[in-house]
């Protein structure tokens, strides 16, 4: 095993009973980032069973963003409890086991995200304005982070280069809703951002970009910079990375 090359986007597991007679529906919802390192992958959730003993089942590739791959799950005959995800490449196998703990949660809090924030979703823009007779192109980028409610007391937001880190801004998100759950009390929030309206810098092709979460009750700050790498998003109208 190597540093790992896969990452939790978000998990949500619930069994409930609908009415009209019908009990013990499941739906489990699985979405995980993987490092593009080969084309074929192996990506699987790796989980206990209720019986204690522990099985797999894959995740399906859904989309490719260059330097990383987006992998998801959605079964409606398995419900988890704790769990870790496998992804198989090369030869190599890496894991995110929550650090060594599993993840692990219950029937009132039934979803979780991968690091505590992710990037949900980086929406690149293009406009124009006008000023002192000329017409400048303007562009700025938008989007989602999922951050777990670790407390009350925190920020959030994206830290954005136009230039290749030769200078950056951080810019804060705003909390916009819990995202919400079949059963049990969501412990996932949605919170979006939308950095300043800048002329153009043509300078590179890209924005780079990381996102941030600080818990201001303990102090820590997570981030999610796309294992190590930054996220790249094209200057291009309405390009996106998820």
């Known amino acids: 095993m190597g540093q790992s090359a896969i990452r939790l986007k978000y998990v949500e597991s619930d069994t409930f009973s609908p009415g009209g007679g019908i009990t013990g529906v499941n739906n489990t919802i699985v979405a995980a980032k993987v490092e593009n390192l080969a084309?074929?992958?192996?990506?699987?959730?790796?989980?206990?069973q209720q019986n204690g003993t522990w099985s797999e089942v894959p995740l399906t590739w859904q989309k490719n963003f260059n330097d990383y791959d987006n992998f998801i799950l959605n079964d409606d005959q398995i419900y988890i409890k704790r769990f870790a995800l496998r992804y198989s490449v090369d030869g190599v196998t890496f894991w995110d086991n929550n650090g060594g703990a599993d993840y692990r949660f219950d029937e009132i809090h039934p979803n979780t995200v991968g690091g505590n924030v992710v990037l949900n979703?980086?929406?690149a823009h293009r406009g124009t304005e006008a000023g002192g007779g000329f017409v400048f192109t303007t562009s700025w980028v938008d989007g989602e982070i999922y951050?777990?409610?670790?407390?009350?007391?925190?920020?959030a937001g994206i830290r954005l280069t136009a230039n290749d880190w030769g200078s950056f801004e951080d810019t804060f998100a705003s909390f916009a809703e819990t995202v919400p759950v079949a059963e049990g009390i969501s412990e996932v929030e949605v919170w979006k951002f939308k950095s300043p309206e800048l002329n153009l810098d043509e300078s590179t092709p890209g924005f780079k970009f990381a996102i941030f979460y600080t818990d201001l009750d303990s102090g820590e700050t997570f981030w999610d910079n796309n294992f190590g790498r930054d996220y790249t998003l094209s200057k291009a109208d309405l390009s996106t990375d998820q």
């Open 147 to 155: 951050l777990n409610n670790l407390s009350f007391n925190k920020k």
């Open 39 to 48: 084309f074929a992958k192996d990506v699987a959730l790796h989980y206990q």
């Open 121 to 123: 979703l980086a929406t």
